[in-house]
């Protein structure tokens, strides 16, 4: 089984005449940690917002998790994403007047997966994290930014997504607290879920199975 499998692609933002994005072809493995980076407007975040089904390629294939993508209609893409994908962004995106415990079970009701059980996996979740169990009921803007990751991570595993797509998670912490952050994170992944990391942060490589320029995938084009 692929995560994800690009053939050809080609996309351009508006009307654009030379593609903000092209590549002839990557696959990843499922299970596969990958670690991609490229300079700054290189199309990193681009590429993520594409495998996260926010937009579709003008050409080519882009299948994620077995998935066709252009074959999904915008709000199929938004159902799959919630099922299927953890996203964690640059900024958290948490929302600040709610709860560390409603932001993560409104994932899960996002994605249809909220049950008599979701408050106990949020609470083993936040505690494999190191989060103290009383932050349960605490205002996200009441938390430190390094609690907010943790929480950032809760909400992107609470459904157990096959991937996780992670868009400079650690660009605001110093080298002890990204390290630390790196292995909440892969601590927390099961064996089969995939993962897809941007960073310019170099020194993240080394957590990975894969370290990708993305450079070589858009040189690949003929
Ligand atoms: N919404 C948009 N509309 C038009 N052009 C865009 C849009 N978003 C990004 N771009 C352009 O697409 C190119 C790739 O941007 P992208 O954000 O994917 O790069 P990146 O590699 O993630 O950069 P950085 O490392 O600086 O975050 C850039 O030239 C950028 O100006």
């Not at 072809?25 to 490229?38: E, K």
């Not at 912490?173 to 960073?199: C, G, N, P, R, Y």
Request: proline residues 4%; charged residues 20%; neutral net charge.
């Amino acid at each position: 089984m692929l995560a994800i499998n690009i053939q050809q692609l080609r996309f351009a933002y508006g009307s654009a005449a030379v593609p903000t994005l092209a590549i002839a072809d990557w696959q990843v493995p499922a299970g596969r940690r990958t670690f991609l980076h490229g300079r700054s407007g290189s199309g990193k975040t681009t590429l993520l917002r594409l495998l996260s089904g926010q937009m579709l390629p003008q050409s080519g294939t882009l299948e994620v998790l077995g998935q066709n993508m252009a074959s999904l209609s915008a709000s199929a893409r938004d159902r799959f994403r919630a099922a299927n994908i953890g996203l964690i962004a640059q900024q958290l995106h948490l929302l600040p007047y709610l709860s560390v415990a409603d932001n993560i079970r409104l994932a899960a009701h996002l994605a249809g997966k909220q049950t008599s059980d979701t408050d106990q996996q949020i609470r083993q979740l936040l505690q494999r994290l190191d989060m103290p169990d009383q932050l349960f009921e605490q205002m996200a803007s009441h938390l430190s930014l390094g609690q907010q990751q943790r929480v950032a991570i809760a909400r992107a595993l609470i459904n157990r997504p096959a991937l996780i797509l992670a868009d400079e998670p650690t660009s605001a912490l110093d080298e002890e607290s990204a390290t630390a952050f790196m292995q909440l994170l892969l601590d927390s992944l099961d064996d089969h879920t995939s993962l897809v990391l941007i960073s310019h942060d170099r020194r993240l490589a080394r957590h990975f199975d894969q370290d990708v320029a993305i450079s070589d995938l858009t040189r690949k084009e003929p």
